[in-house]
T-cell receptor, first 110, second 114 residues
Framework: GQSLEQPSEVTAVEGAIVQINCTYQ??????LSWYQQHDGGAPTFLSY????GLEETGRFSSFLSRSDSYGYLLLQELQMKDSASYFC???????????FGKGTTLSVSS | DTAVSQTPKYLVTQMGNDKSIKCEQN?????MYWYKQDSKKFLKIMFS???????INETVPNRFSPKSPDKAHLNLHINSLELGDSAVYFC?????????????FGPGTRLTVL
């Protein structure tokens, strides 16, 4: 079987830093992606890690440890517009479908 | 210019009916997907097509039949709709094995079966 575990909800205030963890157990692993989805919207790509280490894209960073089957998404300088659902997703082979976690709802308050 | 488009955006229908959802991408991607998002926001792959050929069929009932007339289009036909088919259906595309892993999602089709 395959499973991805991430917290269901996280709350924070504007300007804070939040880390959303994801642990995975899949038969095959190529990389870990993160997607953001606002209510009523489509998932949009945030980041991708195929190798161990940290990838930084503006206020968002993503980390992967393949040996620990673990990754996280770090969101800095939180803004109200960051309130959304965040999904980690494993890709088992290049060019194949994503296996999604159940998503983490992030609520940012002022 | 919309990268991945789906029609219709909303679909309300009765149990037992047959309906189709259309998807088109103008990104020149090789691979297209259908995902289903249930009421708890769980996203699950249904089908994957690469260059018009079916790659993945994730134990989806055979009432669901994808059709890819060319690599820019992947339509989803659903026969004998059931209450449990109510969900948001997302089409997505990616470059495939030769490119980035990023997948581009369409705006979704909210299907309600009454």
């Amino acid at each position: 079987g395959q499973s991805l575990e991430q917290p269901s909800e996280v709350t924070a205030v504007e300007g804070a830093i939040v880390q959303i963890n994801c642990t995975y157990q899949t038969s095959g692993f190529y990389g870990l992606s993160w997607y953001q989805q606002h209510d009523g919207g489509a998932p949009t790509f945030l980041s991708y890690n195929a190798l161990d280490g940290l990838e930084e894209t503006g206020r968002f960073s993503s980390f992967l440890s393949r040996s620990d089957s673990y990754g996280y998404l770090l969101l800095q300088e939180l803004q109200m517009k960051d309130s959304a659902s965040y999904f980690c997703a494993v890709i088992k082979q290049a060019g194949t479908a994503l296996i999604f976690g159940k998503g983490t709802t992030l609520s940012v308050s002022s | 210019d919309t990268a991945v488009s789906q029609t219709p955006k909303y679909l309300v229908t009765q149990m037992g009916n047959d309906k189709s959802i259309k998807c088109e991408q103008n990104l020149g991607h090789d691979t297209m997907y259908w995902y289903k998002q249930d009421s708890k926001k769980f996203l699950k792959i249904m089908f994957s097509y690469n260059n018009k050929e079916l790659i993945i069929n994730e134990t989806v009932p055979n009432r669901f039949s994808p059709k890819s007339p060319d690599k820019a289009h992947l339509n989803l036909h659903i026969n004998s709709l059931e209450l449990g088919d109510s969900a948001v259906y997302f089409c997505a595309s990616s470059q495939g094995t030769s490119g980035s892993s990023e997948q581009f999602f369409g705006p979704g089709t909210r299907l309600t079966v009454l």
